[in-house]
């Protein structure tokens, strides 16, 4: 049935030149995992749809001063990779996105294209400090990933341009970081909110620090306020520097079925001390 | 062309790339072991495994499988071998929906881990949701898996725990309704509506049937016979198809038929709609336009419990606490999303699909459609899931209508979303009322007023509001009660049937009451409940003798455990312990509720049990037969199952009010009873024979005597047996009186459950640490499947407490709407008490409802303990168990 029409309506290039040529040619639905655009297709998925999960390069980690991943790399690829500690929250955050299934299929750069507020891995990239690298036949762009994500379901993508790659810059790689998510149940749960906190530490004083929330904003932020408190303190004193007036300073929570925002307020306040605690633990 | 191998075997299929792969191994390829359950990545049903690596099918396009290996569940690996014995030999499948998704995970998990721990198992499965068995089962069998083989079982009749007899196909893939249609079937659809209320206007539907793929539109004007249904005739209200206005959202108002292999897409159907104001709270509709002309006030019904004076009582009491607790619509949420085909044997409309009551289905849908009974034949297919909420018809009358009409056979399947919208709920209760004891403890009184959402149309509101007065003492002696329950109608979702009709929420109130009034009487929670516990001798509520009360027996075997349990948490930040009792009258309330079995020898040497009992997870196939095998004295290995089907087995009621265990297990007895004395008669042997089959001939040995009956040389009876027999049994009750005395039930079943937790108190949220469950069933048929019914519902009594609450619009998928996964249940211990009741098959009592009961009262007793904090709204979000704890200190 209709498989002649069915074929121009997905592509599945075997080169980035080949995927740029046919994205500039129409209004191309980008697909790698294909868990965020199956859920809300419908019964059928409608295109044209370019499938990049078989475009060299596109998956894998790499990297020497740089972490380079791929956009269409899975998560679980991400939790089994040997990366710095400065990643582990990254890593904790690529074990708790849907459940094994999803993992295997759904992809770092589908979740930030997807620009959920909701999204689990981008606190870890904002406290990395992570860019995006968007490419388009006219040329290559990088931006910060505070730049790309401009609201719920928004994102600086141009037409005709596509997300290649999240770097990591060598700055961003230093000292460990932790993930902490909440939700009302223990699997398969989406965020009332989850924090990512990585911390450079030299002798017992916090020298860095990088905050990230989510869910209790539009989009996540990082703690600009809380970072600054932070650094110069004393570890074992580094969480109790967290106050609560500087983490909401840069929250805009809202009431939903999940828990209201006077609880995200209350509650990201703790997520925050907790994730600093388990980084410098 | 897409080249893929499936199961170790090449297979090229003519499909479009972006095709989810679950619809092509379904659809082309006619691989139906894979389950779809919501099509969204939630619930991991769909899961199969590509090149190794488990992925949701519903997920993936099929261009993506191109050249890689498929393992489905079809797929015959030496780890799925040893998976599904495991899953067999723990009871590990129910209802068996989610059973393919759970055995492709823990293979996955396998292969990488050949002997992964329990919590390796719980993270790796993750992904996979269970609406049955609370989960640990399925941990214990990937454990074992991991582990040497154990030896199956052997036991056999009553008392075993017997692997299930349909066993085998659970861990297959079972046909389920979506499973099996004839070949061209139409491909239904249904319009619904968007609004709570709307009017609603056609334009025109000539031009839509004209469509290419549009095979036939209906509307309510089509229906030939009444369009109007109800569980409980005298109430019917609901029509299958409905005219304007539509009284909730999700309400079918059309339907269209596609062709087979047409884009079945309801986009530019030709509606109009006015939304109306809709009455969302009891409270607003109590003084607003009326849903149902002949329904003053929006009420459906009243029940009433009133014995003594209650205010009195109270008035003269040492003790009295007085409080109030809310409930919302709590969604069933098995992974089974409605489903059937439609078809014309002849005269006779066939209509296959997932219930749990043929018998009304057939009623019900012979009378929507103009039919005489004997024109319809419902044929149950393995059910998904059901807790209540397919005792009511859904797709029936809607297929075969579509069947009726164009004569063409048809199939249909609800979307997760059209299956959370359109099927009925656990009624929102909004409770208060007071309860008083004595200087020394006992309970003097109590007065409760309860206010049940019970939507749209009647469905299960009248059994609710009677069932709730009944029961809301709880399983205590209560000398003077008044309790009154209203049925109150808005434009909500349907509230009907959901494992326990209202006695969940009941129970919420009352036992988070009896906590208190057990600290300002001084005493301690358990031995306040074993005080004031029934005894037999005692008069319930309704002023019925109960006998056989195991109540007294629960709460004690809870003692040890209570004693360690609050020695460790004592001094613990956050620790707390709770408890919580329940009994369940099991069956109709105060109605007749009869139940039929036949049972027959064939000439080939079977014993054929036609058991029209719905299995739904629950384990009647097994455990009726078990029951019949024992009177009868012969092996389970012997039996072959027919049914259930309207055809061929006679009506053994619907499956609910945990009531086939002991009604139908009552008829199984009788029937096998009566085979055996007349095989006895036959054989001129005395009681004490012994039978055995060998091959088509039937030994009867008496005392040294042996006779041998040829059943092959027996002229065959009308049903093609050798001798066959039939037996009912109808649980003798009495009807209530206007002030609710009277004996509502012949049995009941007791239970007592305590919660060990953890309250994180800077974030409200909780953890389960440990539910120790005493429950009398009377006996134990199948200890292990009365194990699994516990654990399971427990689960739902876990989401009720913690995290459940369906909010039209809002929640209608199962991302938004959250039931248990792996991690959310604890450990569970279950002790089984039996106290045997006289009218019970070999003394059992039902069991599947009443365990979901205590468990929620113990998680919001438990979180009291632990923190002082009182919920008096579920479920206990993270929110506002937060604010519950703020307002204690301030």
């Known amino acids: 049935m209709k498989s002649g029409s069915a074929v121009l309506d997905y592509s599945r290039p075997k080169s980035l030149d080949e995927a740029l040529r046919t994205l500039a040619g129409g209004d191309w639905r980008v697909l790698a995992g294909g868990t965020d655009l199956y859920p809300v297709a419908g019964p059928r998925l409608a295109g044209p749809v370019l499938d990049v999960t078989a475009i060299p390069g596109f998956s894998g980690l790499s990297g020497d001063q740089d972490l380079r991943i791929g956009a269409a790399t899975t998560w679980t690829?991400?939790?089994?990779?040997?990366?710095?500690?400065?990643?582990?929250?990254?890593?904790?955050?690529?074990?708790?996105?849907?459940?094994?299934?999803?993992?295997?299929?759904?992809?770092?750069?589908?979740?930030?294209?997807?620009?959920?507020?909701?999204?689990?891995?981008?606190?870890?990239?904002?406290?990395?400090?992570?860019?995006?690298?968007?490419?388009?036949?006219?040329?290559?762009?990088?931006?910060?990933?505070?730049?790309?994500?401009?609201?719920?379901?928004?994102?600086?993508?141009?037409?005709?341009?596509?997300?290649?790659?999240?770097?990591?810059?060598?700055?961003?790689?230093?000292?460990?970081?932790?993930?902490?998510?909440?939700?009302?149940?223990?699997?398969?749960?989406?965020?009332?909110?989850?924090?990512?906190?990585?911390?450079?530490?030299?002798?017992?004083?916090?020298?860095?620090?990088?905050?990230?929330?989510?869910?209790?904003?539009?989009?996540?932020?990082?703690?600009?306020?809380?970072?600054?408190?932070?650094?110069?303190?004393?570890?074992?004193?580094?969480?109790?520097?967290?106050?609560?007036?500087?983490?909401?300073?840069?929250?805009?929570?809202?009431?939903?079925?999940?828990?209201?925002?006077?609880?995200?307020?209350?509650?990201?306040?703790e997520l925050v001390r907790r994730a600093v605690s388990e980084a410098l633990a | 062309?897409?080249?893929?191998?499936?199961?170790?075997?090449?297979?090229?299929?003519?499909?479009?790339?972006?095709?989810?792969?679950?619809?092509?191994?379904?659809?082309?390829?006619?691989?139906?072991?894979?389950?779809?359950?919501?099509?969204?990545?939630?619930?991991?049903?769909?899961?199969?495994?590509?090149?190794?690596?488990?992925?949701?099918?519903?997920?993936?396009?099929?261009?993506?499988?191109?050249?890689?290996?498929?393992?489905?569940?079809?797929?015959?690996?030496?780890?799925?071998?040893?998976?599904?014995?495991?899953?067999?030999?723990?009871?590990?499948?129910?209802?068996?929906?989610?059973t393919p998704g759970m055995l492709m995970s823990a293979a996955e998990l396998l292969e990488e881990t050949p002997k992964p721990t329990a919590d390796k198992v719980e993270a790796a499965l993750g992904g996979v949701l269970c609406r049955c068995t609370g989960y640990r089962s399925i941990i214990a069998a990937v454990v074992s898996a991991g582990q040497e083989a154990l030896a199956p079982t052997v036991a056999d009749g009553v008392g075993a725990s017997v692997q299930r007899l349909d066993g085998a196909a659970k861990v297959a893939g079972d046909s389920f309704g979506a499973d099996a249609w004839p070949s061209g079937a139409l491909v239904v659809k249904a319009v619904r509506s968007p609004h709570p209320h709307a009017g609603f206007e056609f334009g025109d539907l000539d031009a839509y049937r004209a469509r290419p793929g549009v095979a036939a539109v209906f509307t309510a004007a089509d229906i030939p016979g009444r369009n109007a249904f109800s569980v409980i005739p005298p109430f019917a209200d609901q029509p299958a198809i409905a005219a304007s206005p539509a009284r909730f959202r999700g309400e079918c108002v059309a339907l269209v038929a596609f062709d087979a292999g047409a884009e079945p897409d309801l986009a530019g159907f030709p509606i109009t709609w006015t939304p109306l104001p809709?009455?969302?709270?009891?409270?607003?509709?109590?003084?607003?336009?009326?849903?149902?002309?002949?329904?003053?006030?929006?009420?459906?019904?009243?029940?009433?419990?009133?014995?003594?004076?209650?205010?009195?009582?109270?008035?003269?009491?040492?003790?009295?606490?007085?409080?109030?607790?809310?409930?919302?619509?709590?969604?069933?949420?098995?992974?089974?999303?409605?489903?059937?085909?439609?078809?014309?044997?002849?005269?006779?409309?066939?209509?296959?699909?997932?219930?749990?009551?043929?018998?009304?289905?057939r009623e019900d849908t012979a009378a929507i459609l103009g039919l005489p009974m004997e024109r319809v034949r419902i044929i149950p297919s393995a059910v998904g899931g059901g807790f209540g909420s397919k005792l009511d018809i859904s797709l029936q009358p809607l297929i075969g209508l579509v069947t009726l009409k164009t004569g063409r056979p048809s199939r249909m399947i609800y979307s997760?979303?059209?299956?959370?919208?359109?099927?009925?709920?656990?009624?929102?209760?909004?409770?208060?009322?007071?309860?008083?004891?004595?200087?020394?403890?006992?309970?003097?009184?109590?007065?409760?007023?309860?206010?049940?959402?019970?939507?749209a149309y009647s469905s299960w509101g009248p059994t609710v509001a009677n069932r709730v007065p009944v029961h809301v003492s709880g399983p205590y002696f209560t000398p003077a009660i008044t309790a009154r329950a209203r049925a109150i109608h808005t434009h909500g979702p349907v509230s009907g049937a959901f494992r326990g009709f209202g006695v969940p929420q009941g129970a919420l109130w009352q036992e988070t009451l009896y906590d208190r009034l057990a600290d300002k009487a001084g005493l301690d929670r358990l031995e306040f409940r074993i005080l004031n516990a029934l005894r037999d001798g005692d008069a319930s509520a309704t002023g019925q003798v109960l006998r056989a009360t195991g109540i007294h027996d629960c709460l004690t075997a809870l003692r040890p455990h209570w004693t360690r349990a609050l020695a460790e948490a004592k001094g613990q930040p956050g620790r707390g312990v709770g408890v919580a009792s329940c009994w369940y009258g099991c069956g109709n309330t105060a109605l007749p509720n009869p139940s039929t079995i036949r049972i027959g020898l064939s000439p080939k040497g079977e014993v054929v049990l036609h058991q029209g009992a719905t299995d739904i997870?629950?384990?009647?196939?097994?455990?009726?037969?078990?029951?019949?095998?024992?009177?009868?004295?012969?092996?389970?290995?012997?039996?072959?199952?027919?049914?259930?089907?309207?055809?061929?087995?006679?009506?053994?009621?619907?499956?609910?009010?945990?009531?086939?265990?002991?009604?139908?297990?009552?008829?199984?007895?009788?029937?096998?009873?009566?085979?055996?004395?007349?095989?006895?008669?036959?054989?001129?042997?005395?009681?004490?024979?012994?039978?055995?089959?060998?091959?088509?001939?039937?030994?009867?040995?008496?005392?040294?005597?042996?006779?041998?009956?040829?059943?092959?040389?027996?002229?065959?009876?009308?049903?093609?047996?050798?001798?066959?027999?039939?037996?009912?049994?109808?649980?003798?009750?009495?009807?209530?009186?206007?002030?609710?005395?009277?004996?509502?039930?012949?049995?009941?079943?007791?239970?007592?459950?305590?919660?060990?937790?953890?309250?994180?108190?800077?974030?409200?949220?909780?953890?389960?640490?440990?539910?120790?469950?005493?429950?009398?069933?009377?006996?134990?048929?199948?200890?292990?499947?009365?194990?699994?019914?516990?654990?399971?519902?427990?689960?739902?009594?876990?989401?009720?407490?913690?995290?459940?609450?369906?909010?039209?619009?809002?929640?209608?998928?199962?991302?938004?709407?959250?039931?248990?996964?792996?991690?959310?249940?604890?450990?569970?211990?279950?002790?089984?008490?039996?106290?045997?009741?006289?009218?019970?098959?070999?003394?059992?009592?039902?069991?599947?409802?009443?365990?979901?009961?205590?468990?929620?009262?113990?998680?919001?007793?438990?979180?009291?303990?632990?923190?002082?904090?009182?919920?008096?709204?579920?479920?206990?979000?993270?929110?506002?168990?937060?604010?519950?704890?703020?307002?204690?200190?301030?």
Not at chain 1, 190 to 195: G, H, K, L, N, Y
Not at chain 2, 46 to 56: E, N, Q
Not at chain 2, 432 to 451: K, L, M, N, V
Request: hydrophobic content about 45%.
């Open chain 1, 77 to 269: 690829d991400i939790a089994n990779a040997n990366l710095p500690e400065a990643a582990r929250a990254l890593q904790q955050a690529a074990r708790q996105i849907g459940g094994r299934q999803v993992q295997n299929a759904g992809t770092i750069g589908g979740n930030l294209c997807n620009a959920s507020p909701a999204a689990d891995g981008v606190p870890p990239l904002l406290a990395l400090g992570a860019e995006v690298e968007l490419v388009s036949a006219a040329g290559t762009r990088r931006l910060g990933l505070q730049d790309f994500l401009l609201g719920p379901r928004r994102t600086a993508l141009r037409t005709g341009e596509i997300l290649a790659a999240i770097v990591v810059p060598g700055s961003g790689l230093r000292g460990r970081s932790a993930f902490v998510k909440l939700g009302a149940r223990s699997h398969l749960v989406i965020s009332i909110a989850m924090v990512a906190a990585r911390l450079a530490v030299d002798g017992d004083r916090v020298t860095e620090a990088a905050i990230a929330v989510g869910a209790a904003s539009p989009v996540a932020v990082r703690l600009p306020q809380v970072e600054a408190a932070l650094v110069g303190a004393r570890v074992a004193e580094a969480a109790l520097r967290v106050t609560s007036a500087d983490v909401v300073a840069s929250l805009a929570p809202i009431d939903d079925v999940r828990a209201t925002a006077a609880y995200r307020r209350a509650a990201v306040a």
């Open chain 2, 1 to 98: 062309m897409i080249a893929f191998s499936l199961n170790g075997r090449e297979v090229e299929v003519e499909a479009p790339p972006a095709e989810r792969l679950s619809e092509v191994l379904r659809e082309r390829l006619g691989m139906v072991g894979t389950k779809v359950g919501c099509d969204a990545g939630d619930c991991g049903a769909c899961t199969v495994l590509l090149d190794g690596a488990s992925v949701c099918a519903c997920l993936t396009p099929v261009a993506q499988a191109e050249g890689r290996k498929v393992t489905t569940v079809e797929g015959n690996t030496p780890t799925l071998a040893r998976l599904r014995a495991a899953f067999l030999a723990h009871g590990a499948a129910q209802c068996g929906i989610c």
């Open chain 2, 278 to 361: 809709a009455l969302a709270l009891p409270a607003e509709a109590e003084v607003g336009a009326l849903l149902h002309p002949n329904r003053p006030g929006n009420l459906l019904i009243e029940g009433r419990v009133i014995k003594g004076d209650a205010a009195a009582a109270l008035a003269a009491s040492a003790h009295v606490v007085e409080g109030g607790m809310t409930t919302g619509f709590v969604e069933h949420a098995y992974i089974e999303p409605e489903a059937g085909a439609a078809w014309m044997e002849g005269e006779t409309l066939v209509i296959r699909a997932c219930t749990q009551a043929p018998g009304m289905d």
């Open chain 2, 416 to 455: 997760r979303h059209e299956s959370m919208t359109s099927t009925t709920k656990r009624h929102p209760a909004e409770m208060r009322g007071r309860i008083g004891c004595d200087a020394s403890g006992r309970i003097t009184g109590i007065e409760f007023e309860g206010r049940f959402n019970t939507g």
């Open chain 2, 617 to 890: 997870g629950q384990g009647s196939n097994t455990v009726i037969a078990q029951i019949a095998a024992e009177a009868l004295g012969l092996p389970l290995a012997a039996f072959r199952l027919i049914g259930p089907d309207t055809g061929l087995t006679p009506d053994a009621g619907k499956t609910s009010a945990s009531r086939q265990t002991y009604v139908s297990g009552r008829a199984a007895k009788a029937a096998a009873e009566k085979l055996r004395g007349e095989l006895l008669r036959r054989a001129n042997a005395g009681e004490g024979a012994t039978l055995a089959l060998e091959g088509a001939e039937l030994v009867v040995r008496d005392r040294g005597t042996t006779t041998r009956i040829d059943l092959a040389a027996l002229p065959p009876d009308a049903h093609g047996h050798s001798v066959t027999t039939e037996a009912s049994y109808d649980p003798p009750t009495t009807a209530l009186d206007a002030n609710g005395q009277g004996a509502p039930y012949a049995v009941y079943g007791y239970g007592a459950q305590m919660v060990e937790l953890e309250v994180d108190r800077a974030l409200g949220t909780v953890k389960l640490l440990k539910i120790t469950a005493a429950h009398d069933l009377g006996r134990a048929i199948n200890p292990m499947l009365a194990r699994g019914q516990i654990e399971g519902g427990i689960a739902q009594g876990i989401g009720l407490a913690l995290m459940e609450e369906y909010l039209p619009g809002r929640t209608e998928n199962l991302h938004d709407y959250l039931i248990p996964t792996f991690g959310d249940v604890p450990p569970i211990e279950s002790l089984l008490i039996e106290v045997p009741d006289p009218e019970g098959p070999y003394g059992a009592k039902g069991l599947g409802e009443h365990v979901l009961i205590p468990t929620a009262p113990a998680i919001l007793n438990a979180i009291r303990h632990a923190t002082g904090a009182e919920i008096t709204r579920v479920p206990a979000l993270p929110h506002r168990v937060l604010e519950a704890l703020e307002g204690r200190d301030d």
